[in-house]
């Protein structure tokens, strides 16, 4: 019986730590790697340029250290469910492997081709390896539910067995007699399509900035550690104008591609932290960035609504102004105000910027000053960021506009000071928006108060050749912080009620509306207590929220969630 | 149970005549000996409170006992309007022909009313068109809120006066009033002083530009149950304080005051200490609370002398020279946000608040700068008071004392409970 294997890659873009490949390559007699360009790329058409680029980058990385193996990568265009049980008719497959794929929408593409694999007598192999742990154990410990705070999180990590070791990377002894039959047409059928074939217009194009591929993610990891060890210092690095610019070092969007291992990165990080600090034991900030990656992932893997508002349980309705023209002034840069300019602008160009900017166009879109949706800035930022992913992008923006979490609401970034805090000398500015180079450091964040004659020596008048500032700054935020302070004290105010009665078991989007009868009705407090007194009116305290109960959320892990199971639905 | 419904709602009957017929068809039915249609209103009312409004409206179909306990004055005292576009909104609106049914049959029930109103102007329009029709209703509360844009402001003025008149003048009992971010002006307070003075105990108005300081002061000389305001700066007076604390005049609870600026460089007038001293005799536990949007050398006129705020927010960025005169000059502060202030170390001055602010029970702090020991020192100083603490994790810069992951056990040990900064994502 002769054993042929496909692994089909999706994100895990590499060779190394790559356990379910490993394991499918034993005892079997041939190896292909398909990747799949499914025209619904992740659930959704909304992807730019530097993705699509990205990806074929780490596409013809793979295929290289492919050929380097004497084999090659199959790139095959359609979708699974049609794409598969043509190509195990075709090649007699017996195996296939994947990696396992946390988000509601790949657990059910993988359930319809395990079906079909399992009707055409394939066996299928799935390892994690895209997290540093299992997600349903942590879930698991949690008493079945997500964790919805981070601090939650970290507690329960600290509970967690350790990380598995990464797998060793796939070399021709792990090979060994696995041999991958390609055709001479190979290259016409499978061969890694061209932007151009994708219908891309590729002409001005600046060289990526960062440039996808496995063999680039392990080069820069190894920078990465050599810079730590140099400063030895593991603590976050203040905040400067340098920070703002892409950095060689730069590892998220090969994280989420999977062309470098978390595990990886997880381990080297420990033992170079272990050696300079003297076997002393890594805190959990050390692994900051693949904490936070992981968390999302856990609280989005059983909620397919994760990336809405509307019927996501862990989610705040917020009364969102829909307003397009708005929303494409901030997605194109034309906001008015040069910090938020030069971020979106940076983003659209290289496809990353920096997690103190992320907030600052967040805020601003949200919270801060445009009021609209985080759901409208999450398909924005999944077109043009390139370390983006499902899970990670929507419970950020839920993060970032205050939507969910329990994140205290009182805190905004302002799109002048902020920026100007940051980098005073307008630097960055400079650079991403070179129409407003000539402006002075003083006016160059607010260049719509500079003088008549300041404008005309920068050659650059405000309302002409850039346009004047979108919003009132203060009067949005104004605003703003009161339309927040009424949806969380609508949210407060509902403590004394829940012991009494059922929490109605539904939505958000609904209860408000009970809430506002029986609050009245059955207790004879009146209306007024929702439009008046503003006492403790600054901050969230976190009661009575319908979703979840946050006080048995923060201490002891593995703690009674019955509350939760009961109210959500 | 589905032929039991059907009988009782294509019955011409009374509830229990077709109840009759339905145990003669279906002997089991009611195995418990319990009739659903004979259930007393009372008990149908309070089940009905239970119910979110659309399920109500499901069941008052099931039968014609059920069809009169949903329309009950009882469940019609209190409700709030949604008025969206799908244009401009997200969220669902109240069916048309909802409003026009409760205009219709429950005016005169509607006691608490509010309307959530998006940023279009159709639905802002639509808010004053139900209001117009207010006639038969007594309101003891009424609540005009913009959710996002305020609409309100973009009707015509006169448009929106004279449907908000219209409640003024036939409630005669408005206890509550909440009309924020509207075009209302002096001579529309004029008029729900006249009909409402005895009542009225709340008065929400911050950002309404058409009044004056002598419009708000008509309501404080008229209204002596005035509990609750809100307002902006420049309506602020010294004789309002005065007339809130005359004789006359009840206890005020909680007075709001937004100071916002306009334009950078705009002047504030300023308030004598002696009227705040006056405000505090007559209302010694009054909440005293201040949001200021203001730009960092606009805070002259502030802070100079003793001023009793409890509540305190810092919208925009706060220099550490004022933060420092509000050490000196608030003893009452209770919650304090500073949204910002910059790159320089708040050491000192978060010290002297902890020490000259012995109510202080909250705190919030934005893109600011502590070193870990100052904050491990005011933590201490306040102890275990601080109900509220909210420190965003990049405010504090760890020293040769303590580090980051060393210092929430610091300040959990203070605090008698489990505390961390607040985190934003990094990824």
Known sequence: MVGNTIHWFRKGLRLHDNPSLKESIRGADTLRCVYILDPWFAGSSNVGISRWRFLLQCLEDLDTSLRKLNSRLFVIRGQPTDVFPRLFQEWQTSQLSYEYDSEPFGKERDAAIQKLASEAGVEVTVKVSHTLYDLDKIIELNGGQSPLTYKRFQALISHMDAVESPAEIITAEVMRKCATPISDDHDDKFAVPSLEELGFETEGLATAVWPGGETEALTRLERHLERKAWVANFERPRMNANSLLASPTGLSPYLRFGCLSCRLFYFKLTDLYRKVKKNSSPPLSLYGQLLWREFFYTTATNNPRFDKMEGNPVCVQIPWDRNPEALAKWAEGRTGFPWIDAIMTQLRQEGWIHHLARHAVACFLTRGDLWISWEEGMKVFEELLLDADWSVNAGSWMWLSCSSFFQQFFHCYCPVGFGRRTDPNGDYIRRYLPILKAFPAKYIFDPWNAPESVQKAAKCVIGMHYPKPMVHHTEASRLNIQRMTQIYQQLSCYRGLGEHRAQPAETTANSLKIRLESLEESKQIPITNLIGNNIMCFFYSGRGHAAVKRSSEDLTPGGSNKAQRQTSN | ?427
């Not at chain 2, 969220?91 to 279009?120: G, M």
């Not at chain 2, 005065?242 to 950078?264: F, Y």
């Not at chain 2, 700068?369 to 760890?398: T, Y």
Request: aromatic share 8%.
């Open chain 2, 1 to 427: 149970m589905k032929k039991y419904e059907d009988a009782c709602s294509s019955s011409s009957e009374g509830p229990t005549e077709s109840c009759k017929k339905v145990r003669k068809l279906q002997p089991n039915l009611c195995e418990f000996g319990f009739d659903w249609a004979l259930l007393p209103q009372e008990i149908l009312l309070n089940i009905f409170q239970f119910l979110p409004l659309l399920d109500r409206a499901y069941a008052s179909q099931v039968c014609r006992g059920w069809n009169q306990a949903f329309h009950m004055p009882e469940l019609w005292r209190c409700f709030e309007f949604e008025l969206n576009q799908p244009a401009s909104s997200y969220l669902k609106a109240t069916h048309p022909e909802l409003i026009k049914q409760i205009i219709k049959r429950h005016s005169n029930h509607l006691q608490y009313v509010s309307f959530k109103v998006d940023s279009s102007t159709e639905s802002a329009e639509a808010a004053c068109d139900i209001l117009s029709q207010l006639v038969n209703c007594s309101l003891k509360t009424l609540g005009l809120i913009s959710t996002a844009r305020p609409s309100f402001m973009e009707l015509p003025k006169s448009h929106f006066i004279s449907a908000l008149t219209v409640v003024f003048v036939n409630s005669k009992s408005l206890s509550s009033l909440k009309i924020d971010d509207t075009p209302v002006d002096d001579p529309s307070l004029k008029v729900l002083v006249a009909n409402n003075s005895d009542t009225l105990r709340m008065l929400k108005m911050s950002s309404c530009p058409h009044v004056s300081p002598a419009g708000i002061l008509c309501v404080a000389d008229q209204c002596h149950g005035l509990r609750e305001l809100a307002l902006n700066y420049h309506l602020l007076s010294d004789e309002l304080l005065l007339a809130l604390s005359s004789e006359k005049h009840v206890h005020l609870e909680h007075l709001r005051i937004d100071v916002v600026s306009e334009n950078p460089g705009q002047h504030f007038h300023t308030i004598r200490k002696s009227s705040w001293d006056a405000m505090l005799r007559h209302s010694p536990k009054f909440n005293l609370v201040m949001y200021f949007f203001l730009y960092e050398d606009e805070f002259g006129p502030f802070f100079r002398e003793e001023v009793p705020i409890t509540h305190l927010y810092f919208g925009r960025s706060v220099s550490k020279d004022v933060l420092g005169r509000v050490g000196v000059h608030c003893p009452r502060l209770v919650e304090l946000v500073v949204c910002a202030n910059g790159l320089r170390p708040l050491d000192e001055e978060l010290i002297r608040i902890a020490k000259r602010c012995t109510q202080l029970s909250a705190i919030g702090l934005g893109e600011c700068e502590v070193s870990c020991s100052a904050f491990v020192e005011f933590v201490k100083m306040c102890g275990r008071r601080l109900s509220q603490l909210s420190i965003m994790e990049e405010v504090l810069i760890p020293d040769h004392k303590y580090n980051l992951d060393e210092i929430h056990w610091e300040v959990s040990k203070h605090l008698g409970r489990v505390w961390f900064p607040d985190m934003m994502p990094t990824w």
